[in-house]
């Protein structure tokens, strides 16, 4: 014997569906061809008012993004006004108020605000030693500066540097004094007269 193929579509045509006539099959066909036929050009027409839609924001000059975000916000609408939305809103604000309301809520509060209370405390008083402890450490600095200077000024005075640079200046002042002696001097004396008398050229 030899195999015979067997057309699988020809198969499935001719196996009638339980329950349904040959009639009512071939019906259900023409109207799924219909249906079909009306998908794609219905597909095709969405196509078209999709391009001229994207037309129409590229003129209006809207980005994609702007897109997604009216999308985002016109979703995130209707999550509002959803029912599951509003019926969870009302619980967790009567759970928040059984919350607040509890002694458990009000003991953790006013330990919470004491804790905050001795930690401000605790800082301000740590903030003021260490301004204590700057301003000893400046008056200290001063002090042992005053001390250091009040020691070291004699000490310089007696160095030999410095009596050397007393005694030149007392040099230059002499000699600046002295020059201004001669000068005042000459000028109360006659020029070039010296103390030699004047001659008397009276005639006979």
Not at 183 to 194: E, V
Request: aromatic letters at 4%.
């Amino acid at each position: 014997m030899t195999d015979v193929p067997v057309d699988s579509a020809a198969a499935a045509r001719t196996a009638v569906p339980e329950g349904l006539t040959l009639a009512e099959e071939e019906e259900l066909r023409s109207e799924l061809a219909k249906v079909e036929e009306e998908i794609g050009t219905l597909r095709q027409v969405l196509a078209a008012k999709e391009r001229h839609c994207g037309e129409l924001k590229r003129k209006l000059g809207l980005t994609p993004l702007d897109g997604l975000k009216q999308n985002l916000s016109k979703s995130w609408h209707d999550v509002q006004v959803s029912n599951a939305y509003v019926k969870t809103s009302e619980k967790l604000g009567e759970w928040n108020d059984k919350v607040t309301q509890s002694d458990f809520y009000k003991k953790t509060q006013e330990t919470l605000s004491q804790a905050g209370q001795k930690t401000s405390a605790a800082l301000c008083r740590f903030c003021r030693k260490l301004g204590d402890m700057r301003a000893h450490s400046i008056s200290h600095s001063l002090s042992s500066y005053s001390i250091r200077h009040s020691i070291s000024m004699p000490a310089m005075r007696n160095s030999a540097t410095f009596k050397s640079f007393e005694d030149r200046v007392g040099t230059i002042k002499s000699r600046v004094v002295g020059s201004r002696e001669n000068s005042t001097d000459s000028l109360h004396s006659p020029s070039g007269a010296g103390d030699k008398p004047p001659q008397d050229n009276a005639p006979f």
